[in-house]
C-alpha cells in the first residue's frame, strides 16, 4: 500500500497544521467541563455549606435588599477576583451590632440601633458543588478557607465579604 504524496513529504506547514489540530483534541480532551463531568461521576465533587459576611455595607433599605436576594436564589460568586461560577443562597441574615446599655442595677438591655444611617451587616449562608481534598475545598479551581475575600454578585447588586465559615452540606 502507497501513503498519499502529501505524507510522503511533509512541508512545515503541514506539521504546523498537524500541532494545532493535535493542540485542539487536546483542548477537547482536557476541558473544564469534561474534568467537572468527571469529577461529578467519580463522587469527588460534592455540596459545600459556606457562610460569608459582609460588613459596613450602606443601604437605604436594608430588609429589602436581604429579600430580594433571598427571592433570587443564586448569584455569581468570585473568589480572588476568579469567578467560580454560580451557587445557591440558603438565607441571608442582618447580623448588625446591637446597641447595648448597662442599667442603674446591673442588668444589659441590648436593642437595634434605631439610626438609619447605620452600615449593614450580614451573613449569606450558600451552597456550592466543591471538591474536597487534603489541602481543603476547592471551588471553580481555588482554594476556598477561612478569612479568604470574596465577591457576591446578583441582578441589581455586587457586594465584597469574607468567608467565615466552610462545612459539608
Not at 106 to 129: C, H, K, M, T, W
Request: no cysteine; proline share 8%; aromatic share 4%.
Amino acid at each position: 500500500m502507497r501513503r498519499p504524496s502529501w505524507l510522503q513529504h511533509p512541508t512545515p506547514v503541514d506539521a504546523v497544521a498537524g500541532l494545532i489540530a493535535l493542540t485542539a483534541v487536546a483542548g477537547v480532551v482536557w476541558s473544564p467541563k469534561l474534568t467537572n463531568a468527571v469529577a461529578r461521576a467519580t463522587g469527588s465533587i460534592q455540596p459545600v455549606q459556606i457562610s460569608v459576611d459582609v460588613r459596613n455595607l450602606p443601604m437605604a433599605d436594608p430588609e429589602g435588599f436581604l429579600q430580594s436576594i433571598r427571592d433570587e436564589g443564586r448569584l455569581s460568586f468570585v473568589i480572588r477576583n476568579q469567578p467560580a461560577g454560580s451557587v445557591r443562597v440558603l438565607s441571608a441574615q442582618n447580623i448588625s451590632p446591637k446597641l447595648v446599655s448597662v442599667m442603674p442595677d446591673g442588668s444589659v438591655i441590648q436593642a437595634d440601633n434605631p439610626s438609619d444611617a447605620a452600615p449593614l451587616y450580614a451573613r449569606f449562608d450558600l451552597e456550592a458543588d466543591a471538591e474536597k481534598g487534603e489541602s481543603g475545598v476547592v471551588i471553580g479551581g481555588t482554594k476556598l478557607k477561612i478569612g479568604v475575600p470574596v465577591e457576591l454578585e446578583g441582578n441589581m447588586y455586587r457586594v465584597n465579604g469574607v468567608v467565615s465559615g466552610v462545612g459539608q452540606s
